[in-house]
């Protein structure tokens, strides 16, 4: 029977993969747990703890003392907050990968995933349908790091054995928790404010394109990765995983057809340059290739769901 841990479950991923988690291996096999406490919801559908990933000891001990077989390591300072605090960012990011990796390293829990992100990729990048393998020079803290990661991660498992996993997510978009400071963001808070507002003032000019996937199929995704056989994976860093792409006009456009009184206005703010150093479009077929990822949702299906499930959420 597989034990699950999941470390930063109450972020915008989090949230969601345990409650997916714990349909698949039942609710008492998947510990959830944060450096804060829950609301109601988690809290009843399983186990929770309060853990810092940053606490190598109490991570070993938790790990050893709940027989955890799989660690989803999710903790993260994302891309806009990041760029504010920029060594805090990058001593969290760092340690709380090399923690969980060593944590993996001293006990049986061999399997280990871990978020990379399209921010890897920088402004000397090929922008559109950028390939697996290309130019990667990132010039964030976040990208830095998430490039870093994914070398770390390829050397724990061909020196030590780890099964490391890792996709590099695209936006992703939720309408269950609120924005947590990343650059393609504007994507969750625009549905918000339609609904409630009828305007948004974004922080990314009109034709700014970026890779994106509603938050189903990257909960999917990455269940789909984890469990597909190793002598399947070519890759040992990380996937590209595309998603669908459009710029702010394009998804306000989307909108309008729903809300046809929805205004947008830009304000382009210091993640504009963020944006532009990553890509526009990405190519993920090898991921197709070696473990069968699969988008279901594309703009427009994505786009009545949110508004759906926003304008139920806004009514209580």
């Not at 609301?39 to 991570?59: A, C, E, M, T, Y």
């Not at 955890?68 to 960012?89: D, F, H, R």
């Amino acid at each position: 029977m597989e034990r699950v841990l999941i470390i930063g479950s109450l972020g915008q991923i989090g949230s969601e993969l345990v409650i997916a988690l714990r349909k698949k291996y039942g609710a008492e096999n998947v510990f959830a747990t944060d450096i804060k406490n829950p609301g109601n919801k988690l809290r009843k559908s399983g186990p929770f703890q309060i853990l810092d990933v940053l606490d190598f000891k109490n991570l070993l001990h938790f790990i050893v003392r709940h027989h955890i077989t799989q660690i989803y390591n999710l903790a993260a300072v994302l891309s806009g907050n990041a760029e504010k605090m920029p060594l805090q960012a990058w001593d969290i990011n760092m340690k709380a990968l090399m923690n969980s990796l060593e944590a993996a390293r001293q006990s049986e829990a061999k399997k280990l995933f871990w978020p990379s992100s399209i921010a890897v990729f920088g402004p000397t990048t090929p922008r559109h349908n950028t390939p697996q393998l290309t130019v990667m020079e990132p010039n964030t803290v976040y990208g830095i790091s998430k490039l870093a990661g994914e070398r770390w991660g390829e050397y724990y498992n061909k020196r030590y054995g780890i099964d490391f996993r890792s996709v590099r997510y695209p936006g992703l978009i939720s309408y269950k928790t609120e924005p947590g400071g990343g650059t393609t963001d504007y994507a969750v808070e625009i549905f918000f404010e339609a609904v409630k507002n009828k305007s948004y003032e974004c922080f990314l000019s009109e034709d700014t394109a970026l890779p994106m996937m509603f938050m189903e199929d990257a909960i999917q995704n990455t269940i789909r990765l984890m469990e597909v056989e190793g002598d399947k994976l070519s890759l040992r860093s990380s996937y590209n995983m595309a998603g669908i792409s459009f710029t702010p006009k394009e998804l306000a456009e989307s909108i309008q057809k729903r809300i046809p009184e929805f205004r947008i206005t830009y304000n382009p703010d210091f993640r504009q340059v963020i944006a532009e150093s990553w890509p526009a479009s990405i190519d993920d077929s090898v991921a197709q290739r070696d473990w069968g990822l699969n988008v279901n949702y594309d703009l427009e299906k994505m786009v009545d769901v949110m508004l759906k499930e926003v304008s139920k959420k806004l009514k209580g």
